[in-house]
């Protein structure tokens, strides 16, 4: 009987090969592991469980965060309720994905966890196993985690009953959440690895069979990274939409932002690191690589709209949960924008027949987009015109109006300087009050419409 339930739930698991030293036989396990869940259908469910674990690293880890939180605030004045907040609805819902991914693994009930401790840890006990740390248990790694984080969240709401969160104690919240995570070797193992195949296999054809002719392997390679990460970032974009759409805690979404700020760093950097380098090693891709260039330097404008414009509204002492909820649809809609134009750009060097249209569902590139703002930003600057020129017959209020339906529905379709001189404009007009420094500026900021509208011109040619 014994020997059935192991041979049955080996199905599960690669097929041994030779004597090999436990970290390898460790690496074989949790493969397997991984093509389970792949036939379980369950590996978007990994993608989103390890997105939550990374960004949780970034949430506590953040600089950049505890800069925003804490702009004016002195440190003994800081306030950590809004870390705790975040990890009490955060463990909510990786509790729930590690219920769903925890499945049975054969008709006998035994577990994964079970599987190794019997034929592979009690065997080997005499050697080392550097993920297991010493520590193991027959009851379910992922079962465990989960009482860990129901206890973990019962505390976190006690801490939150307090008037003041203190960083001491916000500070002993995250060492108690890492002792038990590093205790864990699943997880360990899932936050380890940078790349899974399984996990971040493309499933786009056209983009697929671009990396499969690439006859160089040092450039299929690099291309091949190019394209993970590029849609890894839209993934992460999708979990961020999906959090804002159904949770009424906006802060939810923060963590996982913050993932998305590292992996738009991951990929910049992979660029100047490795990808720039191949595509100028091939003389006839050189010749063609500018474009590619280009849109490399307008997603580091694009990263800077939303990492130093964008987000950074979010913490604003005047921000309400309407302009804080717009403040990530609009990260959501600049980084889509972005990173689809990106890949469409390294595409089409290497498939020339290639466009967004072909590659993502309901596309529309900002060029096509830059047609429809034209319209609007026509009618603004008519509206500002006839203001002049029919003196009474239109109020500031009225321009006031229109800018603000401008920047809701239409903003982030400009490129970032324009964005950002816009934004410029408007601050300055706010801070005139209608006094007498309001028609000067204006008329400054039709004159920055005009030059706008000649550039869409110019871009359609």
């Not at 990274?225 to 970032?233: A, D, E, G, K, Q």
């Not at 999906?242 to 738009?264: E, F, G, H, T």
């Not at 982030?412 to 410029?424: C, I, V």
């Amino acid at each position: 009987m014994e020997k059935r339930e192991v041979e049955n739930i080996g199905e599960f698991f690669s097929k041994e090969s030779g004597a090999l030293d436990p970290e390898k036989k460790w690496e074989e396990i949790f493969s397997g592991w991984l093509d389970k869940i792949d036939q379980e259908k369950m590996m978007l469910n990994l993608f989103e469980l390890k997105l939550w674990f990374e960004s949780i690293e970034e949430f506590n880890s953040s600089t950049y965060l505890e800069n925003l939180i804490f702009k004016f605030h002195a440190p003994g004045e800081r306030n950590y309720e809004f870390y705790v907040f975040s990890l009490h609805q955060a463990s909510a819902r990786i509790t729930a994905l590690l219920k769903e991914l925890d499945f049975k693994k054969d008709t006998y009930f035994l577990n994964f966890e079970e599987y190794v401790v019997e034929k592979m840890l009690e065997q080997n006990m005499d050697k080392s196993f550097p993920n297991l740390k010493e520590l193991y248990s027959p009851e379910s790694w992922f079962y465990s985690f989960r009482i860990f984080l129901q206890s973990f969240r019962n505390l976190l709401s006690e801490i939150l009953r307090l008037d003041q969160v203190s960083p001491r104690a916000y500070l002993s919240i995250k060492k108690l959440y890492h002792r038990e995570l590093l205790n864990n070797p699943i997880l360990i193992s899932l936050l380890k690895k940078q790349f899974i195949s399984k996990m971040d296999k493309i499933y786009q054809p056209d983009i697929s069979g671009i990396i499969a002719s690439c006859k160089d392997k040092n450039i299929r390679k690099n291309l091949g990274i190019f394209f993970i990460l590029s849609f890894r970032i839209l993934k992460i974009n999708n979990f961020i939409e999906l959090n804002v759409d159904k949770s009424k805690y906006l802060d939810l979404a923060i963590p996982l932002a913050l993932s998305l700020k590292r992996n738009m760093e991951d990929l910049i950097n992979f660029n100047d690191t490795a990808l720039w380098q191949s595509l100028q090693s091939d003389a006839e891709l050189k010749k063609k690589a500018g474009p590619v260039g280009d849109i490399f330097n307008s997603f580091r404008m694009e990263y800077k709209k939303v990492w130093e414009g964008e987000l950074p509204l979010y913490f604003d002492n005047e921000s309400n949960k309407l302009k804080k909820r717009r403040m990530i649809q609009n990260l959501v809609v600049i980084t889509e924008i972005a990173v689809q134009e990106l890949i469409e750009t390294v595409a089409h060097l290497f498939k020339p027949g290639i466009s967004g249209s072909s590659i993502f569902e309901k596309y529309v590139s900002r060029k096509q987009k830059s047609l429809e703002v034209k319209k609007k930003l026509i009618r603004l600057h008519t509206k500002i015109n006839d203001y002049f020129t029919r003196k009474g017959s239109i109020t500031p209020s009225e321009i006031f109006f229109d800018i603000n339906q401008f920047m809701e529905s239409d903003l982030n379709y400009l490129l970032y300087k324009d964005w950002n001189e816009f934004l410029s404009y408007y601050d300055n007009l706010n801070r005139t009050n209608f006094s007498a420094e309001f028609e000067p500026t204006l008329r400054a900021f039709h004159s920055f419409l005009t030059r706008v509208l000649k550039e869409i011109v110019n871009e359609k040619k």
